[in-house]
T-cell receptor, first 113, second 114 residues
Framework: QKEVEQDPGPLSVPEGAIVSLNCTYS??????FMWYRQYSRKGPELLMY????GNKEDGRFTAQVDKSSKYISLFIRDSQPSDSATYLC?????????????FGTGTRLTSIP | EPEVTQTPSHQVTQMGQEVILRCVPI?????FYWYRQILGQKVEFLVS????????KSEIFDDQFSVERPDGSNFTLKIRSTKLEDSAMYFC????????????FGEGSWLTVV
């Protein structure tokens, strides 16, 4: 079983739709969870960062963590064409400086005008 | 907004040649990383660096790879003798010291080995 699993998509949605992106993980040591957005041939850009189980909202983005199920989600409301990108979930086991991030494969999203 | 900067943005090199990829991390950050992403694959951890030494490295980071912080601002990744399979996007990243800080990535250096 892979440490982090993410549906690669691709996912096409009409502009204005609600998008749900998900990752599952197997390593119980993961405590910190991130969502990055990556445009083609660019570096990952941090969108959301969460620690505890529950929801965290930032504008049109909501990150959800369920540690008991080892499942994290990112919701995008009112999707825009500019949201078209690959979304990467990432997680780490510690946050004391030199911890490494383990990434999912990424979900490619297209928001169609 | 502060950012991690990387040079070159793209480099083509012949197999067996040495390559140095350069990075300027965010100025007050203390933890530095290299990740790579082979085309169409996931982002993979290579190495983390703190207090002028390697903290952790992956199995990808073999003897052909080395990192260095030659001065107070630059952080470099050297590949001693490149192989075709080293072709990838290499991302430098950095992190601040405060708890709760997360890792910020540069735009990447695209390395093509021919």
């Amino acid at each position: 079983q892979k440490e982090v699993e993410q549906d690669p998509g691709p996912l096409s949605v009409p502009e204005g739709a609600i998008v749900s992106l998900n990752c599952t993980y197997s390593n119980s040591a993961f405590q910190y969870f991130m969502w990055y957005r990556q445009y083609s041939r660019k570096g990952p850009e941090l969108l959301m960062y969460t620690y505890s189980s529950g929801n965290k909202e930032d504008g049109r983005f909501t990150a959800q963590v369920d540690k008991s199920s080892k499942y994290i989600s990112l919701f995008i409301r009112d999707s825009q064409p500019s949201d078209s990108a690959t979304y990467l979930c990432a997680m780490s086991a510690a946050n004391f400086g030199n911890e490494k991030l383990t990434f999912g494969t990424g979900t490619r999203l297209t928001s169609i005008p | 907004e502060p950012e991690v900067t990387q040079t070159p943005s793209h480099q083509v090199t012949q197999m067996g040649q040495e390559v140095i990829l350069r990075c300027v991390p965010i100025s007050n950050h203390l933890y530095f990383y290299w990740y790579r992403q082979i085309l169409g694959q996931k982002v993979e951890f290579l190495v983390s660096f703190y207090n002028n030494e390697i903290s952790e490295k992956s199995e990808i980071f073999d003897d052909q790879f080395s990192v260095e912080r030659p001065d107070g601002s630059n952080f470099t990744l050297k590949i001693r003798s490149t192989k075709l399979e080293d072709s990838a996007m290499y991302f430098c990243a950095s992190r601040g010291q405060a708890p709760g800080n997360t890792i910020y990535f540069g735009e990447g250096s695209w390395l093509t080995v021919v």
